[in-house]
């Protein structure tokens, strides 16, 4: 069983070479540091108790499944915002289609009225 003294120096031995290597998967020094961070807090929490020989590999893992799970979000929220942008698009190419085919529309009528008001009549009352 580790003590806070062994899980303490453990984390501060493997910070800055768990950080480095989030950093060359990430590619983002802010989100490697969320993910060292949030691993190193895993480890605490649920895993504190276990065996100090245990702990580098227990901590690996939790590491390596940190940035996978780093690397889903991301994709989800990039597939979620480029769906975003490309509806836009398509609601703003379906709006202005539909305002000129309106415009269009309007004319015509307009156009229709000042005919009817020019055009003789089809009967009248003498008939």
Known sequence: MASEKELSDFLKEVEAKSFKRT???????????DIVQESMMKLAEKYGQQD????????????????LDWFRRQK???????LF???????????????TQ???????????????????PLWSANN
């Open 52 to 67: 100090i020989s245990e702990i580098p590999l227990i901590f690996t893992r939790i590491l390596q499944n940190t940035t």
């Open 102 to 120: 309106t415009h269009s529309n309007s004319l015509n009528l307009k156009k229709k009225i000042s005919d009817l008001k020019t055009a003789p």
């Open 76 to 82: 989800t929220q990039n597939t979620w915002v480029s």
């Open 85 to 99: 942008s490309a509806s836009k698009g398509v609601i703003k190419t379906v709006a202005t289609s539909q305002t």
């Open 23 to 33: 950093v060359f998967a990430t590619r983002d020094e802010e989100a490697a540091l």
